[in-house]
Nanobody, 123 residues
Framework: QVQLVESGGGSVQSGGSLRLSCAASGYPYSPYTDYMAWFRQAPGKEREGVAT???????TYADSVKGRFTISRDNTKNTLYLQMNSLKPEDTAMYYCAADRINWLLLPNYTYWGRGTQVAVSS
């Protein structure tokens, strides 16, 4: 069983930056954290994949965040990060961390999920 806890959300103005973190705990970490991802869900909208990363650090991004967001991971700390720059009001959502041993890419089929951290971007 893997537990995921997100942090780092908050309120920023358009053009600002935030860094989200997701701490993984439980046993065993691997292979159930081989593939990790960030998703987001705005009120009244479906959950959408933002970025994913494999155990070797190879990322995949949604078109809507390419060039603005950077996903990374520190396997020694069992922590996933999402650096968000040039934030826009449309980035406002609850952001969730997810993990699995299967590479679901941006599909919301991951086995393990955190409870989310809220990001609000004002214009």
């Amino acid at each position: 069983q893997v537990q995921l806890v997100e942090s780092g959300g908050g309120s920023v103005q358009s053009g600002g930056s935030l860094r989200l973190s997701c701490a993984a705990s439980g046993y065993p970490y691997s292979p159930y954290t081989d593939y990790m991802a960030w998703f987001r869900q705005a009120p009244g909208k479906e959950r959408e994949g933002v970025a994913t990363i494999d155990s070797a650090g190879r990322p995949t991004y949604a078109d809507s965040v390419k060039g603005r967001f950077t996903i990374s991971r520190d396997n020694t700390k069992n922590t996933l990060y999402l650096q968000m720059n040039s934030l826009k009001p449309e980035d406002t959502a609850m952001y969730y961390c997810a993990a699995d041993r299967i590479n679901w890419l941006l599909l919301p089929n991951y086995t393990y999920w955190g409870r989310g951290t809220q990001v609000a971007v004002s214009s």
